[in-house]
């Protein structure tokens, strides 16, 4: 019977998960950058486009919160397994 539970298996996943996440924000905060420096290029009101930098901004904040808590699931995974985090 294989064993379902495979160190290297959760921490491969991990792995991918966390850069994932990190292209994530580099593209989110490319995103918002791009917001800031063309604001008089984007026609929306101007209560819409704050909405929008809000919006930018809480998501990029979710995915660090994200990276953070994989970082501390790798880290757990590395120990579990032996390894050095």
């Known amino acids: 019977m294989p064993d379902d539970h495979d160190p290297w298996n959760e921490e491969q996943l991990l792995r991918d998960a966390k850069a994932k996440a990190e292209r994530l924000i ?14 008089g290029q984007i026609s929306l009101a101007p209560e819409k486009l704050a909405q929008g930098r809000q919006a930018f901004a809480n998501a990029i904040r979710s995915a660090r919160d994200t990276l953070e808590n994989i970082d501390h699931a790798l880290n757990l995974a590395r120990a579990s397994s032996g390894r050095p985090a």
């Open 26 to 39: 580099a593209d989110l905060t490319a995103q918002l950058d791009d917001l800031e420096r063309f604001p």
